[in-house]
């Protein structure tokens, strides 16, 4: 199976690349002088060019971590075009062209019909309608001053900002993966709330969806002034069906004095087939620094889809009496591996972090919890609650739990609870005995498993997280 | 409440079940028709449970020969879901918790795939809520038992209120009650047994499996019969529960002896 993987891995080009610089299209490979094209071609001011060449530089000292309780064949990072933007998406003229079992899935998940089209990247009219939506939101965001677009723009109107918070959580050499998004990004997005300000609405990358397609090397960064507050929802639950193998992206947030952050991820990626071949690479850094007093940052993530998902949203937890959450559902089926948890690292007095994390496995999938629980010894009074619970679907599965606990003062408290059950064969019957079919009730077992988490999502994620789970696990308990 | 037009819900004919290969159900022959309630009691192991699950499909168990029939259909073609449908209802012994399910949502659920099957009209989650309320009168429960998960914290009396409740909302043909009463104070008891009472009629059957005699007290049976290693090996009326009660389970060795003596 390597060799296959090794070639899928290989082969982000197959939508027949021309390696003419002229078209936008950087040579395959890696050195200084992709940097310096992929810098020059988005024509951006020299200090962000100092920050890719500064990363790339710890870059190429680093080597790919192999840690983790994931396998796959090692990438071969010289045979991968890094600029290839603005890379519009393959359109297709029309609904026929669309692969069948994707339409299945739109249908299942209720997908409005408009909005089908849209995501499977069929160039018609109607997706113009929430380009008018998305104007509309961008001009009541701009009334109240919250900034909200891609980040190639907000180098150019908002340098300051950028440069002052770009690298400020996460430092271009913190890690393998972050130092290559560093070095390479080509987009992703910008979000400003400034002083005082509770951004009226929730702000998703869905709005985005048409202005470009991120790629492969997503950078978010969100800033949440003193007394700001902002829910930001990124992914969409359709199935995003993308060549690229590696998706290394880094999101950073910063809350200041009262501000309140909470950043909610639904990720259904390409997961690759029932026999385990193809599917993402999800490789992602995500990080808060909760640097104000009263700070909040909140993560929520259900993460089903990519073929590996390897991250771990953490907060920072420095300003006095500042608040860490991280809610999980991590869902592997057939051949997924996923290797996700946080790391709450407590600094300020006072600073209360919570974990809940739900994992479910079926197939033969194997999911972990890794999570770290930092007490630093000025952390006077801190606290932490982590509760991780497994649930395995079949007994070909796997689930795993790996807890860090560090603490380096003794005011603090620190709970950690971890179960792992299996899918009640007492649960199914008891269901199926008052009329109850077997997807149904394995449906209800599950979101009941999972509804600590999934409370903690917007109404409109939290229904297509359930129906998502839903049609995951379908067929996965005869 | 036998009534001369009342028909044959439940038919089993030498029933044999086993679970890994051990047999349990060694010939079980019971016919029960509607308006009719039976008693099954024994001793622990005899197969009164097993009876049970395997009446309502659990797959564990293995049925090696016989037949059942429910309104002269198939039993054991049916999966277990199907079987429910059809109007065939198991009060479990131990009723099984659901963590983070309302109950109001598996109630619900439960009712609308009923009704669905009935041809008649599922209820939105504020008629039923109406509707719920007012069977739960019937077993004297909290409102906030809708609210909390499925069985999960409820007390042994609890649970066994929610399996009546379910039994009263879904109007089962035929119910077989495992050990309802195990676990229940007298309070409790009178309670659930009320609620059964108020359910059973001329259309319906109950199977009650129970060790004590003192259920019966509350809900009199038509019939009782003793279950002995995986066979019925006496049946009679409310007597003989009596009879049992006083004179112990061993009675009914001693007198088998006799009689296979007097045979003999």
Avoid at chain 1, 37 to 42: D, G, Q, T
Avoid at chain 1, 155 to 161: D, G, S, T
Wanted: net charge negative.
């Amino acid at each position: 199976m390597s060799a296959v993987l090794q070639s899928l891995v290989n082969q982000p080009y197959k939508h027949g690349f021309v390696t003419d610089i002229e078209s936008d299209v950087a040579p395959k490979g890696l050195n200084e002088d992709t940097i310096r094209l992929i810098s020059a071609k988005k024509n951006e001011p020299e200090w962000l060019l100092s920050f890719r060449l500064d990363a790339y530089r710890k870059w190429v000292t680093m080597s790919e971590p192999d840690w983790q309780n994931v396998h796959y064949s090692k990438i071969d990072y010289q045979d991968i075009s890094y600029y290839s933007a603005p890379k519009p998406k393959n359109k297709l003229a029309s609904m026929d062209e669309v692969d069948p079992e994707l339409l299945r899935t739109f249908e299942k998940l209720g997908v409005p019909l408009h909005e089908r089209a849209a995501l499977a990247g069929v160039a018609v009219d109607v997706i113009f309608d929430s380009v008018s939506v998305a104007t509309t939101y961008k001009q009541k965001l701009a009334e109240v001053g919250i900034i909200f677009c891609s980040i190639s723009e907000a180098v150019h109107n908002h340098p300051e900002l950028v440069k002052k918070y770009l690298g400020s959580v996460v430092p271009v050499g913190d890690n393998f993966f972050a130092a290559l998004n560093s070095a390479v990004f080509t987009d992703g997005s910008f979000c400003f709330i400034p002083k005082g300000v509770k951004c009226p609405m929730d702000l998703s990358t869905y709005f985005r969806i048409n202005t470009e397609g991120s790629g492969q090397f997503e950078r978010t960064l969100v800033i949440a002034e003193e007394g700001a507050s902002v829910s930001y929802l990124e992914g969409c639950t359709a199935p995003q069906f993308d060549t690229n193998q590696l998706h290394a992206a880094v999101v950073e947030l910063i809350a200041l004095d009262n501000a309140n952050i909470k950043y909610s991820t639904v990720q259904n990626w390409y997961a690759g087939d029932e026999n385990g071949i193809g599917g993402i690479y999800n490789f992602v850094t995500k990080r808060g620094l909760a640097k104000g007093v009263n700070s909040r940052i909140s993560w929520t993530q259900v993460e089903t889809g990519a073929a590996i998902t390897w991250k771990y949203p953490s907060c920072i937890l420095r300003g006095d009496n500042s608040v860490g959450e991280f809610y999980s559902v991590a869902v592997t089926n057939n051949f997924q591996q996923a290797d996700t948890g946080t790391k709450m690292i407590h600094i300020g007095k006072n600073t209360r972090s919570t974990i809940i994390s739900k994992g479910i496995s079926a197939g033969h999938s194997n999911s972990s919890y890794r999570g770290l629980v930092r007490i630093t010894p000025t952390a006077d009074g801190a606290r932490n609650y982590s509760q991780c619970d497994s649930m395995l679907i079949g007994d070909q599965c796997g689930a795993h739990t790996f807890p860090y606990i560090q603490v380096q003062n003794n005011t603090a408290k620190v709970e950690h609870e971890a179960s792992t059950s299996k899918i009640g064969e007492d649960q199914l019957f008891y269901l199926s005995q008052r009329g109850i079919g077997a997807e149904e009730a394995v449906s209800m077992i599950i979101n009941g498993f999972c509804k600590d988490v999934f409370q903690q999502l917007p109404m409109e994620f939290a229904v297509e997280a359930t129906k998502l789970l839903s049609f995951k696990l379908e067929g996965s308990v005869g | 409440m036998i009534d001369k037009n009342s028909t044959t819900l439940l038919s089993i004919k030498n029933l044999h079940a086993s679970i890994n290969t051990t047999e349990i159900l060694s010939g079980i022959n019971l016919t029960v028709k509607s308006g009719e309630i039976h008693a099954i009691m024994g001793l622990n192991g005899s197969g009164k449970s097993t009876l049970a699950k395997v009446l309502a499909g659990h797959s564990a168990y293995e049925v090696t020969a016989g037949s059942i029939e429910f309104e002269g259909k198939d039993l054991l073609a049916l999966p277990p879901e199907e079987r429910a449908r059809a109007g065939l209802f198991l009060g479990f012994q131990y009723p099984i918790e659901i963590p983070g399910v309302a109950n109001t949502q598996f109630l619900r659920l439960a009712y609308n795939t009923i009704q669905a099957q009935r041809g008649k009209d599922e209820l939105d989650p504020l008629e039923f809520d109406d509707f719920v309320r007012e069977k739960m009168k019937l077993l004297d429960m909290k409102p906030d038992f809708l609210d909390r998960s499925v069985n999960e914290g409820f007390s042994g009396g609890e649970k066994k209120r929610n399996e009546i409740l379910q039994m009263a909302l879904l109007e089962p043909k035929l119910s077989i009650l495992d050990e309802t009463d195990s676990g229940l104070d007298i309070d409790a008891l009178r309670i659930v047994a009320n609620g059964v009472n108020q359910i059973a009629c001329k259309d319906n059957a109950i199977i009650l499996v129970t060790h004590y005699q003192r259920l019966l007290d509350y809900i009199v049976p038509d019939f009782v019969h003793v279950m002995q290693a995986g066979r019925i090996v006496m049946t009679g009326d409310k007597k003989l529960a009596i009879e049992l009660e006083t004179r112990g389970y061993d009675w009914i060795n001693a007198d088998q002896h006799l009689a296979t003596g007097v045979n003999a």
